[in-house]
Structure formats: C-alpha cells, structure tokens
C-alpha cells in the first residue's frame, strides 16, 4: 500500500514510522524542513500539564506515550545513533487549588504513571534543593518524565530517511487534493507536480484548515503561539520538571532548562515579544530563583494545532473514502503523538485498535456546519 503523508511534525513522522514497519510504501510531505515546526518547540512533557484538566480522550492516548517511545527509542538509537533522552525527572506542581484532584487522579482513573504525594518545607527540598522557601507545599509527581523533542525528531528523521520504503518530499506545500468521485487520486504541490498515492493522511497540525473548501467540511483547528525559552546550567543542575500557573521548568540532561509556556492567539506569527518573555521568565524565577546567575541561551515560539476541548482528529474523513486524519491534537502533540499513530496504523490496515477510536474519529466533523464554496 501507497500512502501520502501531509506534514513531517512528530503526528506525521511518527504514523510514517508506524506504516513504513507495517510494510507500506510512504510519502512524507512538508511546507519546510520536516520537523520543525510545533513538534520541535514544544517542551517534551510525556503527560498532559494537570491531567485531570483534560478530556479523558486526551489522557487515554498520552498514558501510552512513555512507554512507546522507549521501545522505539530501543529500536532507532542503535541505527540513527541519536537517543531520544526520556529523562525520569518527576515533576512538582505548586498550584493549591489543584491538590486534591492531584492526589486523587491516579487511583481514579487507574493511571500509575501519575501517583503523587503530597510534600512540604524540608521534603520538597529533599527532592529538589533549588525551590525557593517561598513554596512550602507541593504535590510530587516520581513517575513522570519528559522526551528531548528535538533528538526524538531529529532520530525519527534520520531512521526514515534511511527507510528503503519512504520518501521525503521537503519544502514542498501541498496546494489542493485531486479529487474525483469522492477518493482523493493524488496530491498537487504548490508548483504544480502531482504526486499520486493509495491512500493519504493529513497530519497538518495548526495549517489544517487548509483542506476547508476542498473537502467542505468546517475543522475547528487553528494556531495558538506558544513562547518558551532556554537556560544553561551545569549538567543535571535541575533534578525536577516544576510547575506552577501553567508555567513549568523542564530540565535536561546535559544543563538545559526548557521555560514555558504562553498561550497568544496571533495567527501564523512566530515572532516572540518582550513582555510575553518577561512574564516567562518571572515565574520560572519564583519557583527556581538561582536560575537568574544562568544565561538564557535561546527564546522561540511554536504554533499549536488548538481543536475543541484538545481531542485530536484520527481516523477517516468523512465521504472521502482513502483520506484519513491526524491533527488536532493542542497542546498535547507529542505526548499523544506515539498512541495517535498507532491508533491511525491500525485504522488504516484494518487491524484490531488498542483504544476505542469513536471518540477521535473525525465524523465529528459532520455535525458542524458545512462551509459554502
């Protein structure tokens, strides 16, 4: 089976991965340099920020994130010799008013990876020295991780690059889909090539409102900006991910702290601002103030794929019989990212699913209104 693949973030790299070890023929599409966009900005946070926040559709398919890119990383490292870094950190989150449902989740929701206790003065020390005193509780989170997103890519990349069953096609925007008789029979670029295919995904992330008119259905999904930026510190300076007000502190292996995030609606705009930067950085500062002796070396933006209540689209388009979904999934990409594709491998090959995939399935689209030529 052929199949075209719109967008190389890590919704379309990684369901590539999954159908190129299936046996397929792939096709991998991208407006730039694969990689780059949204996967890559992101912190690598392998659990959704205060799970208990989000829709159980969201949580169902990040708890398998871990556990997938470690066998992946298992399988690629030895060939791309680039390791995706999952760092066991843990994480501490200061928000009071999310305490209770914190400590209560994991046995509710029969999710181990998100145990936590509650700590306070010199225990939160012990599990992290750099706290400032002025946080004197904290709920602690030993089981959760991050992934250094950029080396997941950057090894995902790599391996399908190699891959003798796949094709990049870079810097190459896909202008429409070439549909007749409600199958789409191929793809034509911005220049004009047409690329013909079995069977296409659109994995599109914040661009995905592009295939509007084509397919005449609304698709809720839009840019929101996100800025972060990066200190460098001494290796393993910072022994855990923090969080407090939707900001949080993600370190790595080697020194550099990820800070993040805002949340900006302001189009495509990757352009970060001083005030934005400023706010980042005061309240990575309140939880972590020795950060200010370290230099900030980078500040960026990313675009993320907003959908409603941040359930991603996986599945198959409704009334185009060979066009499937990925996207949609917010601010929860790469930690759904793993599960995604595997849920949309099964789809597409006919095999038994791993969840219930009614919930993603983008005939949701069909309830919303039809948009008018």
């Keep these: ?25 792939v096709d991998i599409f991208d407006q730039q340099q694969a990689g780059q966009a949204a996967s890559w900005a992101g912190g690598g946070i392998l659990s959704p920020m205060y799970p208990w926040r989000y829709a159980p559709e969201v949580n169902q398919l990040a708890k398998y994130g871990k556990s997938l890119y470690q066998r992946w990383n298992e399988k690629l490292y030895p060939i791309t010799g680039i390791d995706f870094q999952i760092h066991d950190t843990g994480m501490l989150i200061f928000d009071k008013g999310d305490f209770q449902v914190g400590l209560e989740y994991a046995e509710k929701y029969h999710e181990p990876m998100q145990r936590c206790e509650y700590l306070t003065g010199d225990d939160i020390q012990q599990v992290n020295q750099h706290i400032s005193a002025d946080f004197e509780q904290a709920i602690y989170f030993p089981e959760l991780s991050n992934v250094r997103n950029p080396r997941l890519l950057q090894s995902l990349i790599s391996y399908l690059k190699q891959h003798p069953s796949v094709r990049f096609f870079e810097y190459c925007p896909i202008e429409k889909l070439i549909i007749k008789n409600k199958k789409v029979h191929g793809l034509q670029a911005e220049d ?14 914040a661009w995905s409102q592009h295939w509007v008119e084509q397919i005449q259905r609304n698709i809720p999904v839009h840019p929101v900006q996100g800025q972060m930026l990066l200190f460098k510190t001494p290796e393993n300076w910072l022994p855990t991910m923090c969080m407090n007000r939707v900001m949080y502190l993600i370190p790595r292996q080697d020194g550099h702290i990820v800070c993040g995030s805002s949340m900006s609606e302001c189009g495509f ?47 198959a388009m409704p009334e185009i019989e060979n066009l499937w979904a990925n996207f949609g999934h917010f601010r929860n990409g790469l930690c759904m990212g793993a599960g995604s594709a595997q849920l949309l491998r099964q789809l597409i090959l006919g095999q038994e699913t791993f969840v219930n995939p009614t919930a993603y399935s983008p005939q949701r689209l069909q309830r919303l209104a039809l948009v008018t030529p």
């Design 1 to 25: 089976m052929h199949i075209a693949i719109i967008g190389a973030g890590i919704s379309g790299l990684m369901t590539a991965l999954e159908l190129a070890e299936q046996g397929c023929s």
């Design 192 to 205: 004009g090539q047409q690329y013909f295919a079995d069977q296409v995904v659109l994995a599109s992330g």
């Design 269 to 315: 705009s990757t352009a970060v601002d001083q005030q934005t930067q400023q706010d980042i950085l005061t309240a990575c500062l309140e939880m972590i103030p020795e950060l200010e002796q370290f230099p900030i070396v980078k500040r960026w933006a990313g675009l993320r794929p907003s959908s409603p209540h941040g359930i991603p689209y996986i599945g």
